[in-house]
């Protein structure tokens, strides 16, 4: 099996963005020096929104499906690791399959019934179902309801110690970097060619014979099962699980995220997290600095950048170089 299923223009703009940000996050706890700094905790949240944003990007850029409600498999996969902790379960792999297993079930059930639909009534639904588990989660008083869950102590994955802030960030940096290759070979794919052709045209993608529904449900279980890994990542590296991980709100980020880098683009999603999460850190101190009596109203610098990316480049950040995926 090859290990590119094209060939790969290595001299591409989009192509020579994508390695310097990889080599970047590669190299940076080095760089961080220390283990605890701030910035290998930040640049670890970083990668964790990025994983789930690959996940949500896999339908909505590929298959065109607005899921509002995505964020609610990143509280699942949180709260597979909060749980079990409580009652004394700290196996890593345990804490995965849980996960999982949950979102499994879940995308399974949401994906049959929103994917009856499309358009508005797709949002309204996968947006109803992740109101229905935040709402479930506040109600579990037993584990912190709307207070949230803390959790004493990180998975154990045995030969893998993640308790260490760097060998966290490159647990994540490995995860992204396998749901980017997985991403790009089921795109590339028989799979993905239909989900993208049903994405530009359901009703011809059916009329040639292409199950159409059964293509979009699995695409759809696929990215809750990633985005549900992200919450476990989510939960070590604050040890903490909350209701709030499964807002809308989130839900929302995510969505800008995969627009900001470049919608329908492999890497787009970790270049709109960077992007993003950098701002969201940045502008807070940069307006403290230049005007201190605005130092509230750094938002609306973020919303300018984001406006402005939308009027001008139509395709994402990412998504507007030339070349590569």
């Known amino acids: 099996m090859k290990l590119f299923p094209v060939a790969v223009e290595w001299r591409a703009p989009r192509t020579l963005v994508a390695i310097v940000l990889v080599v970047g996050l590669f190299l940076l706890p080095l760089l961080a020096g220390d283990d605890n700094s701030f910035y290998v905790k930040f640049a670890t949240r970083v990668l964790i ?20 409600g995505h964020a609610m498999y990143v509280m699942l996969g949180a709260y597979a690791v909060g749980i079990p902790v409580q009652h004394g379960i700290t196996s890593g792999y345990l804490h995965v399959a849980i996960a999982l297993a949950s979102a499994l079930l879940v995308s399974a059930l949401v994906g049959a019934v929103a994917l009856r639909t499309s358009g508005i009534a797709f949002i309204m639904i996968t947006l109803a179902f992740a109101q229905m588990l935040f709402f479930g989660a506040v109600s579990l008083k037993e584990y912190g309801g709307d ?34 290759y997985l991403s790009w070979r089921a795109v590339l794919s028989p799979f993905g060619l239909v989900l993208r052709g049903s994405k530009a045209n359901a009703r011809r993608a059916a009329a040639l014979g292409h199950p159409v529904f059964r293509y979009q449900w699995v695409a759809y279980v696929l ?32 969505i800008v995220i995969v627009i900001l880098g470049g919608i329908g683009t492999v890497f787009g999603p970790v270049v709109g997290a960077v992007l993003l999460l950098a701002l969201e850190e940045s502008l807070p101190m940069l307006v403290e600095a230049t005007l201190p009596d605005y130092k509230s109203n750094w ?7 984001i406006f402005l990316v939308a009027l001008l480049l139509k395709r994402g950040v990412f998504g507007s170089l030339r070349g590569g995926k």
């Open 49 to 68: 929104y990025a994983l789930a944003a690959i996940g949500l990007n896999f339908i909505l850029g590929f298959g065109g499906l607005v899921s509002f």
């Open 299 to 305: 938002m609306l610098l973020l919303g300018l950048f």
């Open 223 to 254: 990215s809750a099962i990633v985005c549900a890994v992200a919450g476990v990542l989510l939960a070590n590296l604050t040890q903490f699980a909350s209701p709030s991980y499964g807002a809308w709100t989130l839900s929302g980020e995510l």
């Open 147 to 180: 207070d949230g869950l803390t959790i004493a102590t990180r998975s154990d994955f045995a030969f893998f110690d993640i308790t260490n802030a760097t060998a966290l960030y490159y647990f994540a940096f490995v995860a992204v970097l396998l749901a980017l």
